[in-house]
């Protein structure tokens, strides 16, 4: 090849070399759902190569579930098949709705959970395991979509709803709402009361109930620096003052609250300030 020639081709290279886009990343992947027919595909040990249209990490994470499963049955041989993990709906961008339980021959029970992706890895939250209903508000606050999610749940107060048109309250991360659902739950017998208390402080409001009680009110929240009740909270970053009443008797407590799990704050404590 002539010299100039030669020159020439090498140039041009390198011209088309540097229109490259530089650092140019593959097209990401379209979502997936796979969704099972019927109830979902049972799987037991040894068997999750059926979960052929998951991802690896899947499979390996219901592998360790059905390990994890076998144990509490006991690890025996003749409880290996008890295990089971039934898989209805997977996305492959971080979601999954199955049922786990320990059936014959060495039945124990299921219940449905929500699996999902924090931090790389797949994980069961134990927040999301459930006979029952789930919490819309727990739900959300894992940001489980609809295609995996319950499709009615119990708001944190009141009836049933649906998921679809339900939103995390703005002030749901607050001790004052804390404070309020704990109340509300325990006047009308509504919601989960062990979501956002001690044992011990629902323990004592249901005594209070049991008592004669017949209203649970939260009148105002403050911090350490109230000048009225702020040296009474000890260690608690923020406490409500609670109206109780029996008939004419009144009751006022201050619940001591500190931040919990799921963006929750949790009534650790009840103080009773006043009466009359």
Known sequence: MPRRTFLVATVLGVLLLSFVPVGTASPAAEPRTVTYPGSGLQVHLGEVGKLDETSPGFRRFVHDRLLRLW???????K??????VIVKTWMSDGFARVGEGIYAPCPGGGYSQLYLVRNGRWRAPVALASQEVRSCSMMRWFGIPRPVADRECYPDVGDLVKYRTYELPADYSTADYAAGVLATSVQDATGYPAGWAKAAVVEELYRMKNDGADTFTVTRCFGP??????????????????????????????????PAKHGRWSTRSLLPVAST
Do not use: I, N, W
């Open 225 to 258: 620096d109230d000048a009225e009740y702020g040296d009474v909270l000890g260690q608690a970053p923020r406490g409500c003052l609670l109206d109780v009443f029996y008939g004419d008797y009144r009751v006022l407590d201050v619940m001591r609250l500190h």
């Open 79 to 84: 409880c290996r098949p008890a295990p089971t």
């Open 71 to 77: 144990k509490l049955a006991g690890g025996s041989q």
